[in-house]
Structure formats: C-alpha cells, structure tokens
C-alpha cells in the first residue's frame, strides 16, 4: 500500500507561481512512474503531466511551458513547479501512482489563480 500526501496549494495571482509536493510512503517509490491530475469545479479529473521512474516527464498542451515536474527518490517525493498561472488553471491538484497494480491517489491540494 502506498500513502501520497500533497502539499503546496494556495491562493495565488494570475501570472504568479506555486510548487505543490507530493510525498509518497513505501521503499520502492524510485521505481514508479508518478502523476499529476487536477479538477476544476464541474470538469472531469484530467492528467496534466508524469515523469517516468527514469526520470523522463511528459505534459498536456494546456501546461506545457509552463509547469515542470521533478522527483527526488532520496526524499520520497515528486513535485510540480507551476509557473504563469492562469485563472484556469484553478483546480484541485491530485498526485496518483500505480503500484502492484493498484492506483493509489492522494488527497488533493486546492490551487486558486485569482486576483
């Protein structure tokens, strides 16, 4: 069983930023690949990036350029560095992982872009 826990959400201007944690439980978390999704009010759970157990990230055009994601194994976590944001971009941001064959989701770390 994997526990995921976001941190790092928050209130924030149009065009500012925010970092949002995700720290994961468990000794074999180098070896997954990790994700992020977000829901905005009445929308479905959309993913917006992951990065690979390798290391190697991938991004929906709706963040691409403008958010990064990263890991650090040592630590346990993976991070989503949010820059220019944008009103849409309010959400509730979740991390997900799949391990064993089960999906493992956090609890959510609410972002508002709002001025």
């Known amino acids: 069983q994997v526990q995921l826990v976001e941190s790092g959400g928050g209130l924030v201007q149009p065009g500012g930023s925010l970092r949002l944690s995700c720290a994961a439980s468990?000794?074999?978390?180098?070896?997954?690949?990790m994700a992020w999704y977000r829901q905005a009010p009445g929308k479905q759970r959309e993913l917006i990036t992951y990065?690979?157990?390798?290391?190697?990230?991938n991004y929906a055009d709706s963040v691409k350029d403008r958010f990064t994601i990263s890991r650090d194994n040592a630590k346990n976590t993976v991070y989503l560095q949010m820059n220019s944001l944008k009103p849409e971009d309010t959400a509730v941001y979740y991390c997900?992982?799949?391990?064993?064959?089960?999906?493992?989701w956090g609890q959510g770390t609410q972002v508002t872009v709002s001025s």
């Open positions: 468990g000794s074999r978390f180098s070896i997954y690949n």
């Open positions: 997900r992982v799949v391990a064993a064959g089960e999906v493992y």
């Open positions: 990065i690979t157990s390798g290391g190697n990230p």
